[in-house]
């Protein structure tokens, strides 16, 4: 039975692309197209073979029907929507409805990229590397990652870099920061949620050099279009539901103090801050064996704060 991919575009929110660019994205999917959310709710009920729900409407009813009726499937909400207007119209499960966010720009080459590259993960769960949002041939430059002395050197060059591909000095600010966050992740963070006894309750002031087999990598590449900065850590421990949970738990500030972790190592406060300085977050998880945390700067777009720009959010395992 070919897999059908149900894309859902409902007035009264941003469409989705064409049809035609649809056509596209959805390869090796059977397209099926409604224009409200009801139809969608009826043709969910009937069909059994659909295994990918793409809307642009976060209607509850929706995505709570896709996800008891098919379980096994998986669900984007494109958007221009702030993380706390669509989380409240989802009713704040949002963590469990939605698996990928995708921002729906003006600029259509974004979200129409970003569906092609979410449904071709989906579809061939070969899930890792940057070079999958970036042009064909972009020059990916990798480093790996030893110890914390390092760090300021890899976040100059990733500085440099950015100054290099002209990108001015606002953007080259923030990929210092990004990266930044990115390398406490996988020096500190990423091997404590492993349960690594010395990384416990370790202040992060304090000097670490990891063993070969806790190595990290660090890339990034930019085509023009796209800035991308990643890094993976050899655990593969982040899951869906704590990425969410934390993000929205800063975004929302929804228990006044207490946001995020408390411990030293705060995961939490390092993953918003990747996503806020970027216009998307990508994490790919091979449990138990290696996690990649992906940053994806638009160039032609500039940043501002979260109460107004909608972020892309996507989590991917194997």
Partial sequence: MTATALFADSGGYKPLPTIEALRVVASGHQLESVTDSRAAVLILKQRSEIDLLVSNAPDFELFTQFRALHPKGESILVTDLAMKNYSALLQGQEANLIDHIIVNKGRENWTVNQ??????????????????????????????????????????????????????????????????????????????????????????????????????????????????????????????TTLLTYLKKVLRREDGEGLIDDKKSGAGLGLFKILYSSHGIVCNVSLGKRTEIMALIDINDPLRDFATLARSIHYFSN
């Fill in 115 to 240: 569906l092609r590259v979410t449904l071709a993960k989906i579809r061939t769960k070969d899930i890792f590397g940057i070079d999958k949002y970036l042009a064909p041939h972009t020059p990916i430059h990798k480093e790996v990652i030893r110890s914390s002395a390092e760090r300021e050197g890899l976040n100059l060059k990733v500085q440099r870099f950015a100054e290099a591909c002209h990108l001015g000095q606002h953007i080259s600010r923030v990929a210092f920061g990004i990266t930044e966050e990115l390398l406490m992740n996988a020096i500190y963070d990423a091997p404590a949620a492993a349960g690594i006894a010395r990384f416990q309750n370790i202040d992060q002031m304090n000097s670490i050099v990891l063993q070969p087999e806790e190595y990290g990598e660090l890339s990034y590449a930019c085509d023009g279009q796209i800035l991308a900065i990643s890094s993976s850590d050899p655990f593969g421990t982040l899951k869906k």
